[in-house]
């Protein structure tokens, strides 16, 4: 019954937004918003990672890598879309944007302020600053990106490593 745009774990349930039909459609349409949120659910029942800094980005990414995990096994298989979080639900009139992009997490700059720029993507550029709880959003590109690498093998898609890794997959 609410306007929101967002989806939430709060305690020990779910929230969903009804979207503004501009920034977001409504958010319980999208398996990995849902799936997301609901492994946050799971995090804090389990590792119980403070919602903030470096244990909160891993907290988000923890929750975008089992999103793009069960978007995958709904599809049956990876694609281009498994690296997307909330792609059915973010401005739905415009296709393939998302609210996070986890095989070029910087991919999100025009959401943030130029002063913050966009999420993460290596450790050593991560966001310390005080904004977004420490960077939770931020720098949960560093872990999304490494899955997404995990799964696809390749390299920094911005070459700043050249470590090769090499692909695993994902089981479904």
């Keep these: 019954g609410t306007t929101g745009n967002n989806a939430a774990w709060t305690n020990n349930q779910m929230s969903y937004g009804d979207g503004d039909g501009m920034l977001m459609g409504p958010t319980p349409l999208a398996l990995d918003v849902t799936a997301h949120e609901l492994t946050h659910g799971v995090t804090s029942k389990t590792a119980k990672l403070a919602y903030q800094n470096e244990s909160g980005a891993l907290n988000e990414g923890i ?20 690296w997307l979080i909330g792609e059915d639900i973010f401005t739905p009139a415009p296709a393939g944007d998302a609210l996070r992009y986890m095989a070029d997490p910087s991919a999100d700059a025009a959401l943030y302020p130029p002063q913050i720029g966009g999420s993460r993507d290596f450790y050593a550029d991560r966001y310390t600053g005080t904004q977004d709880n420490g960077g939770v959003h931020l720098n949960s590109g560093i872990a999304n990106l490494a899955f997404q690498l995990l799964v696809m093998g390749g390299t920094h898609p911005k070459h700043k490593t050249t470590f090769g890794v090499p692909a695993l997959g994902v089981a479904g």
């Design 63 to 82: 929750s975008d890598i089992l999103a793009a995990v069960c978007e995958a096994h709904q599809l049956g298989g990876v694609s281009a879309r498994t």
